[in-house]
């Protein structure tokens, strides 16, 4: 069984300011690797995910995320947000072996100020 | 492309009430996923359609929970008699591979409010 933890539900930034999202999973197997955001009154949309190879990831919208292995994390970082990044963002996981369902954390709110 | 589509977005029953939510999924995607958040908690996995079959149930949270997939298209979530703790954003999600290559496509979701 896999668990992934998102340690801060919120997270306030001033925008242009960069921002880090943590997120580290527990896994006795192999995963996969990922993060979903989901705006105001919409669906979960991906942002990027890390299946094998480069361990940082670029995804849609200047995020990127590296994987570190001996660490178990995926940390989420952009190096200047802007206003239309606030949403809620969620790390997942799941098995490389197959059945492809995700593993959520409970979700960062962030929140970009002026 | 039209996106996964789930109806009502939103319902309000009373508890011991009968509610059934519905997910379209992208057309030509096999594998349909249902997940559930309860407010303030993380998303979790209820099942996982592959065509009309089952493939995984194991996330389903008791037998007053029925989902259906007739002719491998749309699929309905049951939910009966509702109880106050089925609140929360039940989501639908479906991929047109078994692998994470393309991932999945989410719909919006259902607000589903137990009173």
């Known amino acids: 069984a896999q668990s992934v933890t998102q340690l801060d539900s919120q997270v306030p930034v001033f925008e242009e300011a960069p921002v880090e999202l943590r997120c580290n999973y527990s896994?006795?197997?192999?995963?996969?690797l990922f993060w979903y955001v989901q705006y105001p009154n919409q669906g979960l949309q991906l942002l990027l995910k890390y299946l094998s190879g480069s361990t940082l990831v670029k995804g849609i919208n200047g995020f990127e995320a590296e994987f570190n292995k001996s660490q178990t994390s995926f940390h989420l970082r952009k190096p200047s947000v802007h206003i239309s990044d606030t949403a809620e963002y969620f790390c997942?996981?799941?098995?490389?072996?197959?059945?492809?369902?995700?593993?959520f954390g409970t979700g960062t709110q962030l929140k970009v100020e002026l | 492309e039209a996106g996964v589509t789930q109806f009502p977005s939103h319902s309000v029953i009373e508890k011991g009430q009968t509610v059934t939510l519905r997910c379209d999924p992208i057309s030509g995607h096999d594998n349909l996923y249902w997940y559930r958040r309860v407010m303030g908690k993380e998303i979790k996995f209820l099942l996982h359609f592959v065509k009309e079959s089952k493939q995984d149930e194991s996330g389903m949270p008791n037998n007053r929970f029925l989902a259906e997939r007739t002719g491998g298209t749309y699929s309905t979530l049951k939910v009966q008699p509702a109880e106050l703790e089925d609140s929360g954003v039940y989501f639908c999600?479906?991929?047109?591979?078994?692998?994470?290559?393309?991932?999945?496509?989410f719909g919006s979701g259902t607000r589903l409010t137990v009173v």
């Open positions: 999600a479906s991929s047109q591979d078994p692998g994470q290559n393309y991932g999945y496509t």
């Open positions: 896994s006795s197997v192999s995963v996969y």
């Open positions: 997942a996981v799941s098995e490389t072996g197959g059945g492809n369902k995700l593993t």
